[in-house]
């Protein structure tokens, strides 16, 4: 089954609008990526500053492939001071899902 990787963004309230747009402008950079099954920037609404991005692949060779080719040379490029001040990585695998059922 897929796995999900979840990045943890700590980011101050005076950066939200930087990491969001940032992420807005990334064009479809991970879309077209081999394996790749779908992508979310969450923002918090709790009073937590923590932002997660949720990207779910086919499998971990799929995401070490993005990662050490599309995302490494994206990451290289600069753009100025990090948005996040801390980051963390979770990883899951898809063991149930369930979708909408037809009307």
Known sequence: ?????????????????????????????????????????????DGTDRYLVYTRWRDEESFQAWMEGPAKAAHQGGGGKPAASGAEAWTFEVVQQAAPRNA
């Open 1 to 45: 089954m897929s796995i999900v990787k979840i990045n943890v963004l700590t980011v101050p309230p005076e950066q939200r609008e930087v990491l969001e747009e940032r992420f807005g402008s990334r064009a479809g950079m991970v879309e077209s990526s081999d394996g790749f099954e779908w992508f979310e920037l969450l923002r918090p609404v």
